[in-house]
Structures are given as structure tokens and as C-alpha cells.
């Protein structure tokens, strides 16, 4: 089902699906604007690129630690952060020893593979 809404201004702004999120139109209807609004909390320090040159450098470097990649970020990139802050995008989710076992399997199986079977095109 489609339904109508109207701009504050009383002029017909569009018709928009039954399933769009109610907090939407009654964002629209209070502030006339979706958008989306200033959160509570300090602002964000590293940005998209800081991100990745973050993950690239510790790639690289990868007997690295946090107070170290911390240390470089500062003068690559004039950004200054928190060990903490620089932990949390690298965090990586470990394997469970259930993973480990399959991936251990398969790769002995797989050990007499050349990278002529690997890359022969599939048909």
C-alpha cells in the first residue's frame, strides 16, 4: 500500500511505500527533514582513509602493536588516538577450534595441488 505525505509546507513532497520505517515519517512530520541528526558522544577522530591506512600499515608491519601503530598514525596522517582507538578496527573475530579442524583438514587434502589445477578454468 502507498500512501501520500505532505511537506510542512502543505505542498505534496511524494508517495512513499507502506514499508518505509514509521520513525521516518514521523521524523519528516516533526523536523521536515530525515536526515540524519547529531549523536550524543564525542565525535568520531579517524576517518575513512585514517581507517585505511591504519589497516595497510599494520598489514605491512605485522608483528606491530597498538601503542607502536598509534605512534606512526600521528605523523603520517596529524591524527592523534587512543590505543583503544586504534584496537577496535583491527580486532578480528578468532576461529573456533571447530574452523581451525576444517581448515587444517582440507588443506592437508589439498596439499599436492599445483597452481595448475588451482587455476584451471572450470567448465
Known amino acids: 500500500m ?19 520505517p514509521v520513525h521516518h515519517l514521523t521524523r519528516h512530520r516533526t523536523t521536515g527533514s530525515v536526515g ?9 577522530v579517524m576517518d575513512r582513509n585514517d581507517d ?3 589497516r595497510t600499515y599494520a598489514l605491512r608491519h605485522r608483528y606491530a602493536t597498538a601503542t607502536q601503530l598509534q605512534a606512526c598514525l600521528p605523523e603520517v596522517r596529524g591524527t592523534r588516538v587512543s590505543r583503544q582507538t586504534i584496537q577496535r578496527p ?3 573475530t578468532p576461529l573456533t577450534p571447530r574452523h581451525r579442524c576444517d ?21
Open 2 to 20: 502507498w500512501h501520500q505525505f505532505q511537506h510542512s509546507g502543505g505542498i505534496k513532497a511524494g508517495i512513499v511505500s507502506k514499508s518505509f
Open 36 to 44: 540524519d541528526r547529531p549523536r550524543s558522544g564525542a565525535p568520531q
Open 52 to 54: 585505511q591506512y591504519l
Open 90 to 92: 583491527l580486532q578480528v
Open 103 to 123: 581448515r587444517l583438514q582440507w588443506a592437508q587434502e589439498h596439499v599436492t595441488w599445483t597452481a595448475a589445477v588451482v587455476y584451471r578454468p572450470v567448465h
